[in-house]
């Protein structure tokens, strides 16, 4: 159902763009969005987009992380700026229908 990429290893201060791509139209999920798991972390919310538009972003990435949809490629999208090393985890696409599906998660390393 979700395919996730873009990760990779980049310095501080760095970008990335993420992307999750879905099986069919974006538009039957009533929320996209993407988690992570840091080392020996709990899985959290990044930032995420309700079928309607609405964005929620964790207070750790905003004005750093812009989540985007694309229906014409069936992706939804995550650009991180000003990236920090603390951002290191690997980053997982989650959609909602009915049920709750991931993606196969990519990680993202910073250095410092």
């Known amino acids: 159902q979700l395919q996730a990429s873009g990760g990779g290893l980049v310095q501080a201060g760095g970008s990335l763009r993420l992307s999750c791509a879905a099986s069919g139209s974006i538009f039957r999920f009533s929320v996209m969005g993407w988690y992570r798991q840091g080392p020996g972390k709990q899985r959290e919310l990044v930032a995420e987009?309700?079928?309607?538009?609405?964005?929620n972003y964790a207070d750790s990435v905003k004005g750093r992380f812009t989540i985007s949809r694309d229906s014409a490629k069936r992706t939804v999208n995550l650009q991180m700026n000003s990236l920090k090393p603390e951002d290191t985890a690997v980053y997982y696409c989650k959609a909602v229908y009915n049920d709750i599906y991931w993606g196969q998660g990519t990680l993202v390393t910073v250095s410092s």
């Open positions: 987009v309700t079928r309607s538009g609405k964005l």
